[in-house]
Structure formats: C-alpha cells, structure tokens
C-alpha cells in the first residue's frame, strides 16, 4: 500500500512538473513576427511597464522605474511619469510634480471627467504600496490623494472608473517569503482583483493566478481581466452603479498575459511573455533576454473572441513586453525592465 503510494506521489509530481514546463512555453518556438514595422525605440526611460493614451489629445503617457537598481538596492532617480506627445515629433518628457514622497510607479490608469484630466498611479516604495491620484494640469501631475489599504499588498495594475472609484489587481496573496514563490511555481490561485468604491476596498474576485492587467470597455459594462501564470483572458459582466461583476467568459490564450488597453473600435491589445521562465531569468540578470508577444482581441459578440498575434520577438528588439497601445495606425510596446519603448506603424 505505502509502495503504490509513494509511486503515485511521484508520478502526480513528474506529471506537475511537466506540466508546468509546458506551460510557461519552455518548448515554445519563437518565430520574429510583425504586422507592421518598427519607426523608433526610445531609450531614455527604465522599465515602461504600462503606457494610458489620451486619443483626443495625442498624449502618451509612460510609467517608467528602474526595477533593476531597485532591486539591487540602488537608487532610481530618473522614475516618474513621461509624457510624449503623439503628432509632434518630440522625444519624452518626464513630468513635474508636487507628488515630494518616494515614487516609483507600477500600472497606471488615465480617466477624464467634466473636462478634467487624472492619472492614477501604482507606487511601490520603502513605506509600502500605494494607489497615487494626480490631476494632470499644464503637463503637470497636481497629486490629489494617496489610497493605502491592507488588502492591496502587491498592486500591479489599476483601471479607473470614476473620480476615487478604480480596480485594482494584487499579483500575489502573499507579499514576499516561500509562499509567494510557491504561489508562481506550484500554480496556487491565491491573488485577487479589488475595488475601491470611493469609501471602502473589497475583494470583487478571487482565486488567481497572478492577477495582472485590467481593462474596462468604453461603456463600461465590461471588465476585462489577465492573470499571468493561469494565462487567460477573463471578461466580466459590470454593474456600472455598484460595480458588481459577473464571469461571462474565459478565454484561454496559451502565454503569460500582461497588461491590457482597449483602442478605439474596442479591440483588446495585451503584451504578453510567451516563455514565463525565460522572463523570469530575464527579471535577475539583465543579459539574458526574454521573448515579446503582442495580442489583439476582437470582440465578436458575447464568449466569441478573434484573436491574433501582431507581434513576436525574440527579446533582441524588445524583452518582456508588458503593455501595447494602439494610437491611429502605430503601435506603442513598452517593457518591464528594459530601457526601451518601441514605436511602430501598423501595416
């Protein structure tokens, strides 16, 4: 009985350990692909994590940190919030601010209201892990208000929906230890989406795995949810009064989902990590290079979803592609921790 036991346990482990090779696209090939062609690489700015577009008024903005020298306990004076103007030609600008705390900025979220402009903001610092307000005033970030709450221990990516009302997603239950690196490995589903209601956070999902990007349709009735390592696109069914969400679909994506924006016509743009554990190894040592996927999504009515892959690298062009923003007919590609935003023309 003991014997036929402990050769089930570790065929369960041979088999869990194949699977999750699988999985993180360890066998995946990685055939150079675009739809288009690459026009300029910015490389001014550290780690462009996520990027929000003002369509209306041609303005890009970059969430930039220096994840790197952080992590090897240095300091990352040049992080901030860029800004770069689509139709003028010009290069990016860091903008000012009267924010005087420490600021390294994660996901970002742009909303308008009644002619006003906000940006909020994702800041890990010594003190902890915050959700920044800022109104953006003259090309300066005016800082309003710092959000803080218990169950918002590792924020990573954040839509607004109203003045002091946003989600935001927790890429892991557990903030550091064994456990958070069990969560990655062994697949355990322990992060979760929270909502701010302008009083209170709460949990509006739970049981992910790694909750990453987070998107609302421009009606707002949609939600549009990744989580990395369980590599699936989630759409919900939103409530805009309450902010209750319902599971309308699951789609599968086969590679490590990222950040989310929705362009103009509603389509879904992801950049993704097709090979987990290569961006990983990417994430300690800075020569070694991670693999850049770009998705599109089309919505073609409710659980019916186009999807196709605009953009494949290797890692030469761009490592760990984390964002993708579609502005007229060019593409904006921004990373985790590379020095580099790409700039391309859709064909």
Known sequence: MNKKFVII?????????????????????????????????????????DLAVDRDRGLLFISSSDRWALRD?????????????????TLPVKLRTDYNGDFHPHGISYF???GDSFLYVINHNDNGDFVEAFEFIDHELKHIQTFQNEL???????????????????????????????EDYLKIPSSYLLYFDGKTFSKAYEDLNYANGVAVSHDGRKLYLTHT?????????????????????????????????????GNIWVGAHPKLFAFVEHAGNSTKKSPSEVLKITPHGP?????????????????GSSVAVVY????????????????????
């Open 9 to 49: 346990f570790l065929l369960g482990i041979i088999y869990f350990t194949g699977s999750t090779i699988i999985d993180s696209g360890t066998f995946k090939t990685i055939e150079n692909k675009f739809d288009g062609e690459v026009s300029t690489v910015y490389n001014s700015m550290s780690g462009t994590e």
């Open 73 to 89: 306990g240095k300091k990352a004076p040049n992080d901030g919030i860029y800004l770069l103007q689509l139709d003028s030609g």
């Open 112 to 114: 308008k209201q009644n």
């Open 152 to 182: 918002m221990t590792c924020p990573n990516d954040l839509v607004v929906v109203g003045k002091n009302k946003f989600y935001v997603t927790n890429d892991h239950g557990n903030k550091e230890g064994i456990m958070r690196t069990l």
């Open 229 to 265: 390592t369980g590599r699936e696109l989630l759409t919900f069914n939103r409530n805009p009064e309450t902010g209750f969400l319902e599971v309308e679909s699951t789609l599968k994506l086969g590679t490590g989902v990222d950040n989310i924006d929705i362009d103009e016509k």
């Open 303 to 319: 659980k019916v979803f186009g999807v196709e892959k605009v953009y494949m690298n290797d890692g030469e062009q761009i490592s």
């Open 328 to 347: 007229k007919d060019e593409i904006f590609i921004g990373a985790v921790f590379e020095k580099k935003l790409l700039r391309g023309k859709l064909k």
